[in-house]
């Protein structure tokens, strides 16, 4: 997939993953919020400390202008809608867009979540082929697609009035 798309920020288009939620854009949205809200601490500022992350630690509130996730700086905010996040550390430079659109064919919200990235030298080069040629960047970002939509289903079912 590496090259469809245009660049951001200078950055390379790495790959895009979709996935249909049966719930409001307000309901993913905050969803989106709770679950990468949940990635503070932990494993996650250890591994930033160990790649030397910019930033390296989390502080706002999650998916805010200008709120931090270990690794990830929020640049862009529009609630409901779109969010952009930034980091780097010594192996990379990247940014990653997540983006909320109403289903065409009927209810529901179409979530999306885009990556793009550099990894310069030969270390970069390793950390590519770790990261993103073995799979697993792509499985960590189905896994939070997933979560989310599993997680904003079940919310969207429990406000819902029963028949």
């Known amino acids: 997939m590496s090259g469809e798309r245009a660049p951001l920020a200078g950055l390379p288009f ?28 932990g494993g996650s500022e250890a591994y930033a400390r160990l790649v030397r992350a910019e ?18 700086r929020v640049v862009e905010s ?10 780097r550390h010594f192996l990379s430079r990247y940014t990653l867009t997540v983006a909320l659109e109403p289903e065409l064919d009927g209810p529901g919200t179409v979530l999306t979540a885009g990556t793009y990235a550099v990894f310069p030298g030969p270390l970069g080069f390793v950390y590519r082929l770790l990261v993103i ?3 697993a960047h792509e499985k960590v970002v189905r896994r939070l697609l997933a979560r989310v939509r599993e997680r904003a289903e079940r919310a969207e079912r429990a406000e819902r009035p029963s028949d």
Do not use: C, F, I
């Not at 930033?55 to 990830?72: C, D, F, H, Q, V």
């Open 14 to 41: 790495v790959d895009e993953h979709r996935v249909l939620v049966a719930a409001d854009a307000g309901q993913v949205w905050q969803t989106l919020a709770e679950t990468v809200g949940r990635k503070r601490g």
């Open 78 to 87: 529009v609630p409901g809608r779109r969010a952009a996040l930034t980091g």
């Open 55 to 72: 930033p390296a630690t989390a502080s706002g509130p999650p998916l805010e202008l200008g709120s931090t996730l270990p690794g990830m």
């Open 133 to 135: 040629e073995s799979g």
